[in-house]
């Protein structure tokens, strides 16, 4: 028997963290349908570059925080090697102990192909397991480490696949069947950067694609059904136009779909009288059925190719679940950035809709960026988020210090 009392701080936490925000009156052919999946936190945007640029990343000039959004674009890397650590308080707005840490590097091997990895970390803080005064508590939290190798295939083209561990332990009860859960991972990723001529500029224009956390499902202990992790698929643009030597201005856009089944919503029947007063009504066997077989049933595999197809609204709702965002980011000499964007998601899947805004500072040994959010609405949880970024320039460090030596 599960032993926490004060559950109510634990499920707003999760639902949170799945954006599972404010919905504002609809019809029950419309209800509330989010795309649901395991480990959450794999789903959140680590650096403070892409954060500010209203979450994109996968055809962005590459840098040391690739290996979240595309591996494939370390190759293009000037730097020979690079690390970064990424921090962000998580949820603020509901509570103080939430946060991501993420640590990501590099390394390039020749000139055509590199080697990276990144491990994050997830604090869900301390959840009390009983409200009495000798009550004890748990501190649940996600973790995940990556590997990846990425190289070259033209002198614009690269790909890149990269192997992940997920280690989710977020159980709240002692008992002999609980434990934490474990799950294997793959991304296959692909990027493309080439030049062309706009009047006397030279312009970039990129693309990339990434299909991220391809592997098993997830379980704990004490439950016989296994959870989708988000395996996604991220696909987007890139161009660069430089003004003069000193100033230029890209502009990025993307979209993400995850590649989850859509959980079963149980049928509408206007006929039933439980239904006038209230938009939900207890699950009957029959529902419980069809659940087990049109979702906790199906492979992960299956479950990639059925997440385009089994949108209870069909074709329309299919659409609902495409996330996009767009990106801006002006530079002056190489050392000065100052970025916008903003992130859509339908109301029905989450609701996630937000401005963000952000500056970065780069130097030759290291760079700081930092980026903030502002939510299009008062209630979302995800409103001042802050999230701050330190990255160093290996080459830039071995050069100071041989610069010290002579």
Not at 219 to 224: K, L, M, N, Q, T
Not at 290 to 311: L, M, N, T
Not at 334 to 344: E, K, N, T
């Amino acid at each position: 028997m599960k032993k926490i009392l004060n559950y109510k701080r634990y499920l707003i936490v999760l639902l949170c963290a799945m954006a599972v925000m404010n919905v504002s009156a609809q019809d029950k052919q419309n209800m509330f349908n989010p795309v649901n999946f395991g480990v959450t936190s794999l789903a959140i945007a680590p650096d403070a570059r892409a954060g500010a640029m209203g979450d994109v990343g996968v055809a962005t000039e590459a840098d040391a925080n690739s290996q979240y959004w595309n591996p494939a674009k370390y190759p293009f890397n000037i730097a020979r090697a690079g690390v970064s650590a990424s921090y962000t308080p998580w949820l603020r707005k509901l509570v103080n102990d939430i946060n991501l840490a993420n640590l990501a590097g590099f390394y390039r091997i020749g000139d055509y192909s590199a080697l990276s990895a990144s491990l994050r970390y997830f604090s869900l803080g301390e959840v009390m397991l009983s409200e009495a005064a000798d009550a004890m508590s748990i501190k649940p939290y996600e973790f995940a480490f990556d590997a990846a190798y990425s190289r070259m295939l033209s002198e614009c083209f690269s790909m890149g696949v990269a192997m992940r561990f997920i280690y989710s332990d977020i159980t709240y009860d002692y008992t002999a069947e609980s434990k934490a859960g474990k799950a294997f991972a793959a991304d296959i990723s692909m990027y493309r950067n080439g030049y062309f001529m706009m009047g006397n500029r030279e312009c970039s224009f990129g693309w990339g694609l990434n299909i991220s956390n391809i592997g098993s499902k997830i379980s704990y202990g004490g439950d016989d059904n296994a959870e989708f992790i988000p395996t996604n698929l991220r696909l987007g643009i890139n161009m660069t136009i430089p003004f003069n030597e000193y100033n230029k201005f890209s502009v990025t856009a993307e979209a993400n779909k995850l590649l989850v089944p859509t959980y079963p919503k149980q049928k509408y029947d206007e006929s039933n009288e439980e239904w006038a007063g209230n938009n939900y009504m207890e699950p009957n066997e029959e529902y419980q059925d069809r659940v087990q077989r049109e979702y906790y049933d199906i492979s992960p595999i299956s479950g990639i190719f059925k997440s385009f197809h089994d949108a209870p609204n069909g074709f329309k709702e299919e659409m609902q679940e495409i996330q996009w965002s767009l990106g801006m980011e002006y530079t002056y000499n190489d050392r000065f950035m100052i970025r916008a964007g903003y992130h859509h998601e339908a109301e029905n899947k989450g609701n996630r809709k937000y401005f963000t805004a952000g500056a970065g500072f780069h130097m030759s040994i290291f760079s700081v960026d930092a980026a903030y959010v502002f939510s299009t609405s008062q209630t979302n949880p995800l409103d001042q988020t802050m999230r701050f970024t330190l990255g160093f320039d290996l080459d830039g460090i071995k050069e100071l210090f041989s610069s010290r030596r002579r």
